[in-house]
């Protein structure tokens, strides 16, 4: 094992210095070489919700357009490592601003399109709201039951958390993502009704 991994830091090393010299295709045994540890080391650290094969492609890239950076004969693995990191946390801080951002903003943006549909013909409310419950039907039994819980039985975030087993910045990133897919399949029925 000591063997292989001494053989596997040298054909790193070849491979790196093959790519400084301009064969870019060399980075590819870096990539084989190290892919599958790193995913598994992103995985056992990434909050659910993190992409863990984008996170990797990008600590890849990083590492590639900076690799006048690292310094040959050190340890290329860790170097990538730690790149991947703060990869990782950049994503993770990213997620978790877009669910604060869905909390803090959700109520008023809420109040203001009712407001708005409100001011809307009655004729056109009845048939978002059937768009709205037929799109609403078309989700499946696991995502609906998220809807269900905040917005007929007003959940907490928190309850849901524990029902679901998921944190609470998962379930905020589900119900961000369950609004969007309704949104859009309400405009697209919205749209094919205007076609016909």
């Not at 056992?44 to 492609?57: C, F, H, N, T």
């Not at 990782?88 to 203001?112: C, G, H, M, N, W």
């Not at 799109?135 to 975030?157: I, K």
Request: with cysteine; proline share 3%; hydrophobic share 40%.
């Amino acid at each position: 094992m000591m063997a292989e991994n001494i053989q596997n830091e040298h054909d790193i090393e070849e491979s790196l210095r093959r790519v400084r010299g301009g064969d870019t295709d060399a980075y590819e045994v870096v990539i084989r070489q190290l892919e599958r540890p790193l995913r598994a080391w992103i995985a056992s650290l990434a909050s659910p919700g993190i992409d863990v094969a984008e996170i990797a492609q990008q600590s890849f890239i990083t590492a590639y357009l900076r690799l006048q950076e690292y310094e040959p004969g050190t340890n290329f693995s860790a170097w990538l490592f730690a790149i991947a990191r703060y990869q990782l946390k950049t994503e993770t801080t990213r997620l978790r601003r877009i669910a604060d951002y869905q909390v803090r903003f959700a109520p008023d943006l809420l109040s203001k399109e009712l407001d708005r549909q409100e001011k809307e013909p009655s004729s056109i409310m009845a048939t978002r709201l059937e768009y709205l419950r037929l799109c609403t039907e078309s989700l499946g039994g696991s995502l609906s039951q998220f809807l269900n819980w905040r917005y007929q039985e007003e959940v907490s975030l928190e309850e849901m958390a524990k029902r679901s087993g998921r944190s609470v910045s998962a379930v905020k990133k589900q119900l961000w993502i369950l609004r969007q897919q309704l949104k859009a399949c309400i405009e697209a029925r919205a749209a094919t009704s205007r076609s016909l």
